[in-house]
């Protein structure tokens, strides 16, 4: 009773913070609501005794993620409202594509207990799970290296990636700028450098 | 780890380890060694080619040189997620051999935009490596690994001319449109996976061949929405013109090429292995797309003043095309499919080449009317760009004839006419545009200065090499058509 | 098979040679290449007459190669080489080299010798191919060949406006015809089964009571098809009806006129039928179509001769009139008499065109006979080759001693009809006797109505003309000797071969005539038309002798004792002279029925067939469609990634839709 309560509570704010994110007029108040959203999110990871990916997603996702959005809105500085024109045109197309799209997926979605099959195999899941009798944490990393192996190094691969594309994108390799390098500083010794020459009067370099 | 997951995924790993290995030493190295760096991801990529096809015979002594035609059906890794069959070899290939052939012409284009970087060919080996992952996925998971590994890389190398306002804005474009498709395809597979409890392919398979419930269909629906934003079928093609236009040449070539090719690959195998029950369902938002890829790509096409953003409806086109192999849905459908792509990758990748050649002073010449006068001025790059066009617009006796001629005898075979009615007709709509760059060539005078003499080796050889094999198809086709049907007979339910 | 050979392909050999390389060979060796080609081929011809006809050595019969091979339909390229067949050979050659050679004197101004040249020998090449033929096929070849080279040398003068719409005129009057032919080839390859001539000669007697049924009617086979073969002849023969093109056919150089359009290639009709005879004489109905047209033919272009002023044109409608003869004698089953006629024709034909020639060069291109007359004087040779050329067309000699060409030839013809009119073909042979005599009278008549106007009386042109009149070089004069012989002894020394004692011998198996029992007892029993010929009355050969003198004697009354007498006679007669004097309006009529409507029906299919709907909905239509779409599909590429976005989003929930309601 009390589990639903929760639930649903956390559910409301969920869409509800889903929805002002994309209304929101401010963009900084757009990235808060985001952060709201994660926190509900999470808590119906821990209602699902997933506290793993729960605090997964407010570390990596609120910590990380979120407020690195929020740094990057502030700094840039976007004005969102010419961004919004034309969206009254739009809007009603808009909506009733989305809301075609919901009913649809709603009804669907409500058909779902229905189909025994597939609930069977997913409860025999639920099961092994449980007759295991180990935490979350502990089930999700001996998949993630035994069943799941092979993704999960695919998605290092993917990482790396992203790591470079960042790095290709945006580092810059100034050549004007003057580094200090210390090994090459000591290592200067006067004869290589230095060039005495004799000059007569009168002929010397203008 | 088993010892077989090793062997089965040998030339990925391969491929992998180089492609780490040139990253550490284009970093240390620095942008001088580019060329260097590229030399050796194209002689990666051969070199894996040539490993997928002569391994089995290290692996498995007992049976005597098998070559790509005749590997066992299935040889499965990682429990049973990849899969290495007949047809995920035989797009390896041609995957590995787009991508090397892709760095060879990247090579004058980034050194004279100040685009000599080692991550260029790191990236396009990784994104091969997702290309080939993605083939042989035989899981929902390892589907979307695969494709998010390659769209990465893609997003990365679109926007990879990072000075120039367009590339950044077709990078951005790309990734924010694919993202949206990863959502789609996400919720697809989250829809599968919970109507049937399974990700894997022979599960799902053997769940679905019966009556499916909706969610199910929705979540094919999904799937397919996603596969068709990669391959860039009507009405999730709206991307293409725009990154196409955008992305530096090279890297259009390998759009047009590689992504494209893989894409379709993975198409298929999703359709016809796990969601072979959903045919009844697959093959109407299949000939729905055919088709309108089919008219799209052929009227929008006759507008443009742009070759690359005309290449992009054409390679729209081309799609509808091989989309009509794939609604055929049997055996001769994806051997035509697979002869269709293997034809029309040589084709594209030798358009580009000749895109790659036209600078003027320098400056890259993108504009259809660039190309006025070339006869005179570059009879060789002529009568190349000649046999190219021809073959897109399927005249015989050159090779695109060929594609098109199985594409369209499957479908009648199978009882589809209309839809090879329809893309016949289209194709005579294309071939306008492709005849009007051969008309613009030899019998428009120049307007402006001849573009400047072409210049790199490595264009000569790739144009030349794609010209010649357009010409002779004619006279040994058999080698791509047995492998092709040795590929989509892999990938058939057996017995 | 060497002189075989020789006799065909040199003329090609020529036409190549200098058609190819005429530019950089000059005037000079062009000239010297085809003479000398059409001159060897013409010894050769020679040779092989005297093999094939004369000495009674066997058919020559040659496959060269095969043609098409289609199913059960195989053609050779092949040659057939009989007595009619040699025949031919001596007169196409002979006449050829000569006028080859009348050429270089003729043509010397021109600029364009090799090409002229060139053309010529290239004729000469496609007549050989006609008639040394073993097929239909290759017949109609050589037909078409003969057509074209016809085209190409009427038009010779391209830059002459009439030479332009002559040429195009000749052409498609003979498409007609040709058409014909064609159906008839059509038509053959089913009945018999092969366009083969041996096959079918070999089927066609037990095809001569079969019929098919065609538009619910029950239509003699054979019947049909020589009657579609015959409007092919009737093409390039120019027989009344399809004939509008051979006067025009005129604008082309004179030595055109005397090989093409009077020796030979307008006489192919007649050698087609000739050569078809074991089909025809199974065909009597065809054959008393033939003899019909024919003998119209003969007339009508008789009386038309009677009135023109043009001197090439009467000459021309004295060609189509001799021509209506020819047909006639094979409507009477006389084909003997009428090659003989064709054979003696060619000399005396080609002699009078290319004496014209002569007139026509002396006088600076003059043509017009009022605008001539006097000038006997001043070419002499000339005029005595038109007295020879005159007589032999009228016919003139005296009996049992020696006659001209022409004697022999038109009595055995009028002879032939009068005895068919005895015997088999009563209700024609008679009438054509007739109508021939009343041809013979007229052509008498406007021969010497020409020799008078243009060689006697008062120069009646411009004093200057008169002036440089002069007679023609000996290249000219030459090559008029042998046909100036031919026109006097050919008839003396081909009757006995031709129709005469030794016919049978002379063709053997060349020529097919059905013998006849003649309906009224007779004391000959069965016979030929020809054999029937020798034996009917005296009077019925000299007749025309008389009448010819008679025709003579008026034209003398007319043009040199009473000059008035010939418009007081037109204006006398009125409407009936304006009708022959305009050619009986065949011009007009075609004009107005199938010209005019052609071009109506063209125009209005062109702008509302074609220009209104085939482009308007067709190729314009669709075009515009498609850049209209195409602007329509560009346009959907805006740039913003929203409206991609939401493109996809509306493709997504599009299928989602499809699936919840409609599958």
Redesign the interface.
Known sequence: MLASLIFYLFATVLVASAVMVVTARNPVHAVLFLILCFFNASGLFVLMGAEFLAFILMIVYVGAVAVLFLFVVMLLNIDFKSMRQGLRRQLPLGLGVGALLLV??AV??L??SS?S??????S??EMVNQATNVDSTRALGRLLYT?????FQ??G??L???M??A????LR?RKRVKRQNAAEQMDRRPEDVVEIRKVKSGEGAL | ?NVENIYATFPELFL?SCALML?LFGVKRG?DATLFTGLIAVVVCLAAGVLLIKLPSFVEPGQAQLGVSALCHGCK???G??INDAFAQFVKVLLLLASAIAIMLSWGYMERHGLE?P?YP??IL?AT?GMM?MVSANDL??L???L??QS??L??LA??R?DHVRSSEA???YF??GS??SG?LLYGISLLY?????TGFEALAH?LAGEP???V??GL??V??AM??KVSAV??H??T??VYEGAPTPVTAFFAAGPKLAALALFVRVLLQPLAGLEH?WV??VV?MAVASML?GS??????SNIKRLMAYSSIANVGYALVGMAVANEAGVQALLVYLSIYLVNTLGVFGVILCLRREGVMAEKIADLAGLSKSHPLLAVAMGIFMFSLAGVPPLAGFFGKYFVFLAAVQAGMLPLAIIGVLTSC?AA?YYLRIIKVMYFDDATEAAVDPVPEFSLRIVTGGAALLMLLFVFMPTPVIDSALAAAHSLMPQG | MLLDLAAVFLPLLGALVVGLFGRSLGDRASQLVTCAGVLAAAVASVLIFHDVALSGGDTHAWVLANWITSGDFKVNWGLKIDTLTAVMLVVVNGVSAMVHIYSIGYMSHDKGVPRFMAYLSLFTFFMLMLVTSDNLLQMFFGWEGVGLSSYLLINFWYEKASANSASIKAFLVNRVGDFGFMLGIFGCYLAFGSVQFDVMFQKAPDLMQSSFSFLGASVPTLTTLCLLLFVGAMGKSAQLGLHTWLPDAMEGPTPVSALIHAATMVTAGVFMVARLSPVFEFAPDALAVVAVVGALTAIVAASIGLTQFDIKRVIAYSTMSQLGYMFFALGMSAYPAAVFHLMTHAFFKSLLFLGAGSVIHALSGEQDMRKMGGIWRKIPFTYAYMWIGSLALAGIGIPGVMGMAGFYSKDIILESAFAAGMTHHQAFGVTAYVLGLIAAFMTAFYSWRLLLLTFHGTFRGDHHTLEHAHEAPWSMLGPLVPLALGAILAGKFGYDLFVGEAMAEFWRDSILTLSYFPPRETHLGVGTTIQFAHHVSDWVGLLPLVVALAGIFMAYVFYVWAPSLPGKCARGLGALYRLVFNKYYFDELYNAVFVRTAQRVGKALWTTGDDAIIDGYGPNGVAAL??R???R??A??T?Y?Y???F??V???A???T???FW?
């Not at chain 1, 790095?167 to 945006?170: E, F, N, P, S, Y």
């Not at chain 2, 919970?194 to 399974?198: A, E, L, N, P, V």
């Not at chain 2, 009227?299 to 443009?304: I, V």
């Open positions: 649809e997926l669907m979605a058909h779902w189909d099959q597939a609930f069977s195999a997913l025999t899941v069943d799941y192996f092979y993704p695919v998605a691969l993917i790396l990636v992203a470079i594309g790095i290709v994108l945006t390799d | 780890m992998a990253l942008n890794a990682f429990g997620m990849f970087r991550e790191a990236l990784f490596l992952l998971l390892a979307y690994m695969g998010e590994l990465l890389a997003y990365v926007s990879f990072r990078g951005l474009k924010v449109l949206l498709s789609m919970g109507y049937t409890g399974s769940v419930p909706i969610g269909v929705l629906v999904f397919c929405a068709a934003f009405p999730f709206m991307w013109p725009d369902q109407q938002v729905f799209l009227f929008a096409g006759l507008a443009q709509v306008y | 498609a850049v779409l195409s602007q599909a560009s959907l590429e740039g990634v409206h991609y976005a493109a996809m509306i493709g997504l599009g299928f989602v499809w699936f919840w599958a």
